[in-house]
């Protein structure tokens, strides 16, 4: 080999390092950039622990690729940080929300909660009036000023008012506004119908002096409604004289309280409530009211599921688990054509056959089942679209577990004289359950939290008579927890929902404890097969 190519080849591939390299900063200085950005919109967002997670990620990325020891796990990089931002900190946020009492009328901090009050204003009944024409910066047209003019008993007035700066007096013999107006131009009449709703949403002037646009015509000189008082902790409204005290038990602003003429601002500010949420949830007659109802359906709904497509699926791996039956894979092919389809279209689909007027069962059987009225039928009907949905996937699971069986063991059976029946007892249904217990105890947890079926067949209706809360006799706890939290009509209430989370949770995590005794239990049973 020639010095000149083997200069050429270590040319090339240190050309190649080198690109490598720098593609590897670009791309980092990119996600760096990104991150930074989300940093800052969550932090001034008041987002601070989100912003903090993505911080965290960012720094960790280029930690794992500048230091030599963690440079291995780079491939583990991206799955990483999308299991702590999408897994991790949700489940965080989850168990901090449910202490809190974050919700509709409670979502800011305290600060940003005063800040939204202290920008409110109104207008007294003598203050005094403006007739108003609109401006608009000939630079930045998003900067808008306004001309205003109202005659006194001193004679005309006239100023010029711009956003955050003290009002211009004009001296003017004339009300009429020029066309322009250092560096402002005015407003063509269409301009104005459509700069309108911005207009009345400005503050022009100063305090104390400070115009707002209360119509096409009118401007008012306007009031800070609400001041903060720092030493008596509550904000003082100018316009009706009361005192709101913060009351930091309930993150709220309340005057008068314990009275009759209790009054309370909206909104309030988030606050560590403990296990107010947790009590109210418990001892509340509103919300425990159809709770066992509700909760024995639920374990109802998930067992039936599972032991209903569990059977089918079983039943048809066994049929087409026979050699003679021709075009196996066909009608295997065809059978699974449920899992394919996405379940909400299914779910409409199975709705609209049941239409107690023009389903396909009304038309073609005359037999008009209140599929949909009646609690009983209604539960079985879900039963029903449930099966639809998901013996496809039992049945996919349930031929590979059967094709793992040695066929010895069926041989030495029928040896001993054992019958079709005996062999499935003894020996293919114990070895079966070894293999998808697991999965067995996946889909009870899935169905366990299956809103999509319950909530796309009838949102979970028939509704319960006599409750204070809605609730449905087809509700299961997450469809309950949904409503009691978002469909109360009093806006959401994340820290009850998150509370409500947590005990389905723990319920769950015990069910699935215990199922995985069963399982020890199939284990033993199959060592004996």
């Known amino acids: 080999m020639s010095a000149s190519s083997t200069s050429a ?37 008041e987002q601070t622990a989100l912003a903090l997670v993505i911080a965290v990620i960012t720094i960790g990325i280029n930690l794992v690729i500048f230091v030599p020891n963690l440079y291995p796990i780079r491939w583990m990089s991206p799955g990483l940080a999308l299991m702590i931002l999408l897994v991790i900190y949700p489940i965080i946020f989850t168990v901090y929300t449910a202490f809190t009492n974050y919700s509709d009328g409670h979502l800011y901090s305290k600060q940003r909660a005063i800040a939204i009050h202290e920008n409110k204003f109104f207008t007294a009944q003598d203050a005094p009036r403006y007739s108003w024409t609109a401006y608009v910066s000939e630079v930045d047209p998003t900067k808008y000023a306004l001309w205003l003019t109202r005659t006194t008993d001193a004679g005309l007035e006239v100023f010029f008012a711009q956003p955050d700066e003290p009002f211009e007096t004009i001296t003017a013999d004339s009300a009429d506004a020029p066309e322009t107006y250092e560096g402002f131009r005015r407003l063509e009449r269409r301009e104005i119908v459509s700069s309108l709703a911005t207009l009345q949403t400005l503050e022009f002037g100063i305090e104390p002096d400070v115009v707002m646009v209360t119509s096409a015509r009118d401007a008012s000189l306007s009031q800070q409604r609400y001041v903060w008082n720092a030493e008596l902790n509550g904000l003082e409204d100018r316009q009706t004289g009361l005192f709101y005290a913060a009351d930091d038990t309930v993150g709220s602003f309340i005057a008068n309280k314990g009275t009759g003429e209790q009054q309370t601002l909206d909104p309030g500010y988030q606050v560590n409530v403990g296990m107010e949420n947790f009590r109210r949830f418990i001892e509340s007659p509103a919300l425990r009211g159809p709770l066992v109802s509700v909760f024995t359906w639920t374990i109802l709904f998930a067992a039936l599921s599972v032991l209903t497509t569990f059977s089918v699926g079983l039943m048809m791996a066994l049929v087409l688990n026979d050699p003679l039956i021709r075009g196996r894979k066909i009608i295997r092919s065809l059978l699974i054509i449920p899992y394919a389809i996405p379940g909400v279209i299914s779910i409409l689909v199975w709705k ?54 040695p066929s010895d063991i069926y041989e030495a059976a029928s040896v001993d004289g054992a019958n079709n029946w005996q062999r499935f007892w003894k020996i293919t249904l114990p070895l079966l359950l070894v293999a998808v217990g697991p999965l067995l105890i996946a889909s009870f947890t899935y169905n366990f939290n299956n809103f999509v079926i319950i909530e796309a067949f009838n949102k979970g209706g028939p509704p319960i008579s006599g409750t204070l809360t809605p609730a449905g006799h087809t509700d299961i706890l997450i469809s309950y927890t949904y409503r009691l939290a978002f469909g109360t009509g009093r806006g959401a209430d994340y820290g009850l929902a998150s509370a409500i989370t947590i005990v389905i949770f723990a319920i769950v995590a015990t069910v699935t404890l215990l199922q995985f005794r069963f399982t020890g239990q199939w284990e033993e049973v199959s060592k004996n097969v």
Request: hydrophobic share 55%; no cysteine.
């Open 9 to 45: 080849r270590s040319s090339s591939g240190l050309l190649a390092l080198l690109s490598g390299q720098v593609l590897k900063l670009v791309g980092l200085a990119i996600l760096d950039a990104f991150g930074l950005l989300l940093v800052y919109a969550f932090w001034y967002g």
């Open 352 to 405: 609209g056959m049941m239409n107690p007027n023009l389903g396909v069962f009304a038309r073609s059987f005359g037999v008009n089942v209140p599929w949909f009225s009646d609690p009983t039928w209604t539960k079985i009907g879900i039963l029903i679209v449930n099966l639809w949905l998901g013996y496809p996937y039992m049945m996919l699971v349930t031929s590979g577990a059967l094709q793992a069986i």
